[in-house]
């Protein structure tokens, strides 16, 4: 059973097109993260939810919208794509306790490719 | 504000070698530490892991011991395979001083390991 899963794999689109990121998880945890990597393979954080509930948003353009309709699910959707979006995004997941936050478990990525 | 340093790559190792990837960082707090791993065209696995000074994460053979006198963390193996081939990434976690964590992972550079036959 794969424990947290993206859609699609690949995304190869156009400068200025709207495009989403699907990301679900089957852990039961209560918080998803989005990262990006990029061509040097370094990798970034971008949004976190805690309960449907964001926690983090570092310093991402406004043009990056994420979504979590439920604990399970987080999406990220991207408006007028920019050459400069093209890289790898990770979503991962992990769990809240009375220690704070447990250890991440990451998707295989999407390879985002704008031309 | 945190930020993780990792030696620069590629290391290119024959098989049995000796590994040693160098991690130091700068947080504030108190830091839990991490080395994952990302295999080609994958995602990336927890390879370890030390919540405290002095502790030592283990997993397959690899080892990071926690240093907090030299803010380091490097990872070891005695002896490498081909299958160990793959980026590895150092990461913290800020952690209060109650001992809870912060959530946001902030990660090394990573450094890319070939390991040759």
């Known amino acids: 059973d794969t424990a947290v899963s993206q859609t699609p794999k690949y995304l190869v689109t156009q400068m200025g097109n709207d495009k989403s990121i699907k990301c679900e998880q089957n852990?039961?945890?209560?918080?998803m993260y989005w990262y990006k990597q990029d061509s040097k393979k370094f990798l970034k954080i971008m949004f976190s939810?805690?309960?449907?509930?964001?926690?983090i948003n570092e310093t991402v353009p406004n043009r990056f919208s994420p979504k979590s309709p439920d604990k399970a699910h987080l999406n990220l959707h991207i408006n007028s794509l920019e050459l400069g979006d093209s890289a790898v995004y990770f979503c991962a997941s992990s769990s809240y306790s009375g220690r704070g936050f447990g250890e991440q478990y990451f998707g295989p990525g999407t390879r985002l490719t704008v031309t | 504000g945190d930020s993780v340093t990792q030696m620069e790559g590629p290391v290119t190792l024959s098989e049995e070698a000796f590994l040693t990837i160098n991690c130091t960082y700068t947080?504030?707090?108190?830091?839990?530490l991490f080395w994952y791993v990302q295999y080609p065209g994958e995602g990336l696995q927890l390879l370890l892991k030390a919540t405290k000074a002095d502790d030592k994460g283990s997993n397959k053979g690899f080892e990071a011991t926690y240093r907090k006198e030299t803010t380091s963390f490097h990872l070891e193996k005695g002896s490498v395979q081909v299958s160990d081939s793959a980026v590895y990434f150092c990461?913290?976690?800020?952690?209060?001083?109650?001992?809870?964590?912060?959530?946001?992972?902030?990660f090394g550079q990573g450094t890319i390991l070939t390991v040759h036959p």
């Open positions: 947080a504030t707090g108190y830091p839990s």
């Open positions: 939810y805690n309960n449907k509930e964001l926690i």
């Open positions: 852990l039961g945890h209560d918080t």
């Open positions: 990461a913290l976690s800020a952690v209060n001083a109650g001992g809870t964590s912060y959530g946001k992972l902030t």
